[in-house]
């Protein structure tokens, strides 16, 4: 059977996918089954932040160099995004409760052997582990979602979903900062373990297996080289073109070799029996609709996300606790406002609530476009807060626009689709507003130096100082005098807040786009191919 033959009857026969049985007891009941993915969830999510606030502590402890610590959040961040749609595909040709159960023990075994290591090659060794095994659970969580509810409970455990992911994150650096500040960094790893403990036991206990009819029961070998190249070259150039430079050859040579690798992967999917990824799904405009949304979504949210943190700390001079409770009201929003979303896609459909979340993330991001160095914390809040508040339902819907327009059978290979958006949408927001920023402190950094009668640099000191003050950090020597290091910090803080603030244009511009993607969308076709009616 071809790959549009099988989309294509998926589509028209939802009722031959394997739905299950209604869930007797603890085995298969959904909501359980939601709280047990949940927890699996929440430990990746919360990894994806939480390492940013230990890493100084690992490159003191463990005398490691700069590109040693890039190593540590690089090396899982390609692991993760390589991985994900692969990972898919395993869960819908194995079950995704084995591949959910493996992911969790994986990334639990990696984090604590991290914690145990006393060189910073293990440690990066290890991170690139806990991305393979992140990949493997983040999917599967999803697929298990989609059997196990039914259509018209499934945007509100979505949403549940969303909710956990939205608050890991945010909440990551407030817990990374607790345990840095008052146990070690190990500790940031070790937390890890007795999470995914809880998690083995509960998923051992509650996840039932399900297999679509039409699962796939063989692997696009050459498929998954194709893509895994093509996406590694992709997120490598965008990691890498800040310090290249995005006009350098090997920036170019890795995007180009990026865009040569997915033109021969789409071309080999249509000769293959059971493609990787069958390219009928994409003829779904609401799905490939999710896609792009999720893309551009995640570029608002993690590019503007990083010049939150280094505004917080280096401007406004906030300990890493004190910048995650600066951040409170984000994580608040989303998780009041997630499960709502999820009640209003159920309602009235994704389209209304996508459009009008990027419209609200939208506005958020041209306002935390006019914060300056003395904006005060009730300004700051409302920006968060609506920023959450436009979030939630862009996290909910879109993920049920991918997963809900796919066949069943195909849900795994939909679920690592949305989270590969994801991680290319934040690669590309951070790469391009970091740009952005590096372009707006290269061309003023210099005359407001000068304008603040401050002694002259050299090309080279004129660097360093660009490097510095692109996170915010005042260049200033050990033997300045308080005035001119006051005087520094004045023009280092003036010239980061106006670079983000360019940034953060940026950013609510790709939202405005966004919103008009969105307008694209509407309900999953397949949705009512899920789970059964039992315990709801």
Request: aromatic residues 8%; proline residues 5%.
């Amino acid at each position: 059977m071809t790959s549009q033959t099988t989309v294509d009857k998926a589509s028209r026969e939802p009722q031959e996918s394997a739905a299950p049985a209604p869930a007797k007891g603890l085995r298969g009941h959904p909501w359980l089954t939601l709280f047990s993915v949940a927890i699996g969830v929440m430990m990746v999510a919360l990894d994806g932040t939480i390492v940013a606030i230990a890493n100084p502590a690992i490159q003191q402890d463990l005398n490691a160099s700069l590109a040693d610590v890039q190593w540590i959040t690089n090396g899982y961040m390609l692991a993760l995004a390589v991985s994900l749609i692969t990972a898919g595909k395993l869960g819908d040709r194995f079950g995704h409760r084995q591949t959910f159960l493996i992911g969790v023990v994986g990334f639990a075994a990696a984090s604590g052997a991290i914690g145990l290591s006393d060189s910073v090659a293990l440690v990066i060794v290890f991170r690139v582990l806990q991305g393979l095994f992140g990949a493997l659970l983040m999917p599967a969580a999803l697929g298990l979602l989609r059997a196990t509810f039914p259509a018209e409970k499934l945007n509100m455990a979505i949403g549940i979903w969303g909710m956990v992911i939205g608050a890991s994150t945010a909440g990551g650096p407030i817990l990374g900062g607790v345990l840095v500040e008052h146990v070690n960094w190990q500790s940031v790893f070790f937390i890890n373990v007795p999470v995914g403990v809880l998690a083995l036991v509960l998923g051992l206990v509650i996840l039932k297996d399900h297999r679509a009819e039409n699962a796939p029961r063989s692997f696009d070998i050459g498929g998954i080289v194709l893509l895994s190249q093509a996406m590694f070259c992709l997120i490598w150039a965008l990691i890498k073109g800040a310090e290249w430079g995005w006009g350098d050859y090997k920036t170019l040579g890795f995007l180009g070799a990026a865009v040569a690798l997915f033109v021969v992967f789409a071309l080999s999917q249509k000769n293959v029996r059971e493609p990787l990824i069958p390219l009928a799904m994409f003829k779904s405009v609401p799905l490939s609709a999710g896609a792009v949304l999720m893309v551009l979504m995640a570029f608002a949210f993690m590019g503007g996300l990083f010049f939150v943190t280094f505004y917080l700390q280096n401007v406004h001079g906030l300990s890493p606790v004190d910048s995650g409770l600066h951040l409170l009201p984000l994580t608040g929003m989303m998780i009041v406002a997630s499960p709502l979303a999820g009640f209003m896609i159920t309602k009235f459909g994704p389209r209304v609530p996508l459009v009008g979340g990027m419209v609200c993330t939208a506005v958020a991001m041209f306002g935390m476009s006019q914060l300056d160095i003395g904006t005060g914390t009730l300004t700051m809040s409302i920006w968060f807060g609506l920023l959450g508040l436009g979030l939630a339902p862009v996290m909910v819907g879109a993920t049920e626009v991918i997963v809900g327009n796919a066949p069943m059978e195909l849900s795994g290979v939909a679920g690592g689709l949305q989270q590969a958006a994801m991680q290319v949408g934040g690669s590309l927001g951070t790469a391009v507003l970091g740009a952005v920023m590096a372009s707006q402190v290269d061309s003023k950094l210099a005359d407001n130096w000068k304008a603040a009668q401050l002694p002259p640099l050299s090309p080279e000191q004129l660097d360093q100082a660009s490097s510095a003050v692109e996170v915010g950090i005042p260049p200033v020597g050990g033997n300045v005098p308080p005035e001119v290091a006051g005087k520094i910090a004045g023009v280092a803080h003036d010239t980061f807040v106006s670079g983000m603030s360019t940034a953060f244009m940026v950013a609510g511009i790709v939202a405005v786009v966004a919103a008009l993607v969105a307008t694209l969308t509407k309900r999953g076709a397949n949705a009512e191919a899920g789970g059964g009616v039992g315990h709801i």
